[in-house]
């Protein structure tokens, strides 16, 4: 499966911004899906996750404000963002894996396809 992440872009603090990742092949209910993150100088971090088409799960830091979703027929995963703030600037990563199980949901060496990455700026 290869994924391709697109929607990132500037924006200003306290504003939406939903990014995309369109998978190649089939994202289905057995597949788990994440989004990370990576701010300059740090390493890449947990974002938010839909474990095999049930529960999800997202970090303490945009819990309330992000949403993670997927769009079976389209193969495609969303981050929806909202309430943006300065830190949640970095680059934005997709990742997938149909074979993880909940308790490395977190993980990211758990995942074995992962997109290019969408840079996200949000200024203040």
């Known amino acids: 499966v290869q994924l391709q992440a697109s929607g990132g872009g500037l924006v200003q603090a306290g504003r939406s911004l939903r990014l995309s990742c369109k998978a190649s092949?089939?994202?289905?209910?057995?597949?788990?899906v994440a989004w990370y993150r990576q701010a300059p100088g740090k390493e890449r971090e947990f974002v938010a996750a839909r474990f095999r088409g049930t529960n999800t799960y997202y970090a303490d830091s945009v819990k309330g404000r992000f949403t993670i979703s997927v769009d079976n027929a389209k193969n495609t995963v969303f981050l929806q963002m909202s309430s943006l703030r300065p830190e949640d600037t970095a680059v934005y990563y997709c990742?997938?894996?149909?074979?993880?199980?909940?308790?490395?949901?977190?993980?990211?060496?758990?995942?074995?396809?992962w997109g290019q990455g969408t840079l996200v700026t949000v200024s203040s």
């Open positions: 990742a997938a894996d149909p074979s993880l199980i909940l308790s490395s949901v977190r993980a990211a060496r758990s995942y074995d396809h």
């Open positions: 092949g089939t994202i289905n209910d057995i597949t788990t």
